[in-house]
Structures are given as structure tokens and as C-alpha cells.
């Protein structure tokens, strides 16, 4: 069974950087592309950033283009979202997915999910 868990939300001011964390279980995960959402108060999921385990191939949302970089360790199962420059539109709770193929950048593509971290930018 694959688990999801992050790690690394918290408060911050705007103009400050988070790392967020998440630590697999359950793979391996050749062939799995990993990606980060969020959901804002009263929003949908959307789309942040994804990353295939192998080759590492990258997709970003344009809102967070140049600010947030996502990573993967491999030989520690763990997914990584380093978010510079934070501005108080990023405030949401944000989660790992995982699919374990292709899938399309949208929330329903992806079969597994974490529990989500909350990050609060103040401006």
C-alpha cells in the first residue's frame, strides 16, 4: 500500500521560503509521476508542480514558475517543494499525490494522496 506523508508547512511572511517534505512508502516507484497541490480555503485543488520518478521530467503551474522548485530523492523515497519568495496568494494546504503511470496535471489523475500540510503566507 503507497503512503504519503508531508511535512514542512507552517506560518511564514511574505517574501520568505518553505521546503516542503514527502516521504513515500510502499513502492518502488519506477514509472510513478509524483506532484504537489493545493487547495486554498473555499477552492479546488489545483495544480503546483510535478515531477516523474524517472527520467525526473518537470511540470509547474504558472502562477509558481521561477519561485518553487520540486525535487525527489530517490534513495530516500522523498518528494521535495522548495517555495521562494511566498506571497499570500500561496496560502493553502498543500498535498503530495502519486500515480503510478502518466497522468494528466489534474487533482483526478492521481490514485494517492497524503494528508496535506497547511502553509499561511501573511503579506
Known amino acids: 500500500q503507497v503512503q504519503l506523508v508531508e511535512s514542512g508547512g507552517g506560518l511564514v511572511q511574505a517574501g520568505d521560503s518553505l521546503n516542503l517534505a514527502c516521504v513515500l512508502s510502499?513502492?518502488?516507484?519506477?514509472?510513478?509521476?509524483m506532484a504537489w497541490f493545493r487547495q486554498a480555503p473555499g477552492g479546488d485543488r489545483e495544480f503546483v508542480a510535478s515531477?516523474?520518478?524517472?527520467?525526473?521530467?518537470?511540470y509547474y503551474a504558472d502562477a509558481v514558475k521561477g519561485r518553487f522548485t520540486v525535487t525527489r530523492d530517490s534513495a530516500k523515497n522523498t518528494l521535495f517543494l522548495q517555495m521562494n519568495t511566498l506571497q499570500s496568494e500561496d496560502t493553502a494546504v498543500y498535498y503530495c499525490?502519486?500515480?503510478?503511470?502518466?497522468?494528466?496535471?489534474?487533482?483526478?489523475?492521481?490514485?494517492?494522496w497524503g494528508q496535506g500540510t497547511q502553509v499561511i503566507v501573511s503579506s
Open positions: 499525490a502519486a500515480s503510478p503511470g502518466p497522468a494528466r496535471l489534474v487533482a483526478g489523475s492521481f490514485r494517492y
Open positions: 510502499g513502492g518502488p516507484f519506477s514509472g510513478y509521476v
Open positions: 515531477i516523474s520518478w524517472t527520467p525526473g521530467t518537470k
